[in-house]
């Protein structure tokens, strides 16, 4: 089993900055598979970025520039560092690790006001 926890969310100004962190825990091994999706009211889940298998980050368009997706293997955490935030960006963030099997965190809200 896998178990992640977000947090780092919170409510910030157009232009604003937030860090979110994913504390993994279970069968994780390494950090490829991890990532990050977004879910605004009323519209669907979306990635927003994550590690993938040959160690290259991969970026929504929307975000590329001005969001950073790192991590420490050996504490199995993963961050999200968001710069220039704006209005559109604020949803519930979700931890996401799959592994065959999809696991998602609790979420996370991220609320940018203008």
């Known amino acids: 089993q896998v178990q992640l926890v977000e947090s780092g969310g919170g409510l910030v100004q157009s232009g604003g900055s937030l860090r979110l962190s994913c504390a993994a825990s279970?069968?994780?091994?390494?950090?490829?598979?991890m990532g990050w999706y977004r879910q605004a009211p009323g519209k669907a889940r979306e990635l927003v970025a994550a590690?993938?298998?040959?160690?290259?980050?991969v970026y929504a368009d929307s975000v590329k520039g001005r969001f950073t997706i790192t991590g420490i293997g050996a504490k199995k955490e993963v961050y999200l560092e968001m710069n220039s935030l704006k209005p559109e960006d604020t949803a519930a963030y979700y931890c996401?690790?799959?592994?065959?099997?999809?696991?998602w965190g609790q979420g996370t809200q991220v609320t940018v006001s203008s």
């Open positions: 279970g069968r994780i091994f390494s950090l490829s598979g």
């Open positions: 996401h690790y799959s592994a065959g099997t999809d696991y």
């Open positions: 590690m993938t298998f040959d160690g290259r980050p």
